[in-house]
């Protein structure tokens, strides 16, 4: 349930989580492995850091999804530089390239508001208790 609504602000947890996420939803082979270096994947925020009235979003939501688990994803540090602060159509078509499920899935959202944004972190949630289980057997 944290999951569902978790807010991030240090990036470095913020990759942390997604990775681990990433880990369990596509364990692949084992030759695709999510990378934790920041020279490669780095931390992109879909809602920009920088809030613009062509965001889509009021102020006081952009103030309370930007720290949304479910606003951040990783990719590669070269696209992330590309898309800096294009407005969410532009950034799909780098999401839709990503070998990342967490990211490539990001391209099949429409606009990218709250509603998608809670989407996107329930199924997060759903992901959650494989990778930090209570369990101790």
């Known amino acids: 349930r944290a999951v569902a609504s978790a807010k991030v602000s240090k990036s470095v947890l913020a990759r942390y989580y997604l990775l681990s996420l990433e880990r369990v939803r596509n364990p692949g082979s084992g030759?695709?492995?999510?990378?934790s270096d920041v020279s490669k994947v780095n931390l992109?925020?879909?809602?920009?850091?920088?809030?613009?009235?062509?965001?889509?979003?009021?102020?006081?939501?952009?103030?309370?999804?930007i720290s949304r688990l479910g606003n951040q994803t990783i990719m590669q540090s070269e696209w992330n530089r590309d898309i800096g602060n294009l407005p969410f159509r532009e950034k799909k078509k780098a999401f839709a390239k990503s070998e990342i499920s967490l990211t490539k899935d990001l391209a099949q959202y429409s606009k990218f508001p709250r509603e998608?944004?809670?989407?996107?972190?329930?199924?997060?949630?759903?992901?959650a208790p494989q990778?930090?289980?209570?369990?101790?057997?």
């Open 116 to 127: 998608e944004i809670d989407e996107r972190q329930k199924e997060m949630a759903e992901l």
């Open 131 to 137: 990778v930090w289980s209570l369990k101790f057997t």
């Open 44 to 65: 992109e925020h879909v809602l920009p850091q920088t809030f613009t009235k062509d965001l889509g979003v009021s102020k006081a939501d952009y103030d309370d999804l």
């Open 31 to 35: 030759e695709l492995e999510p990378s």
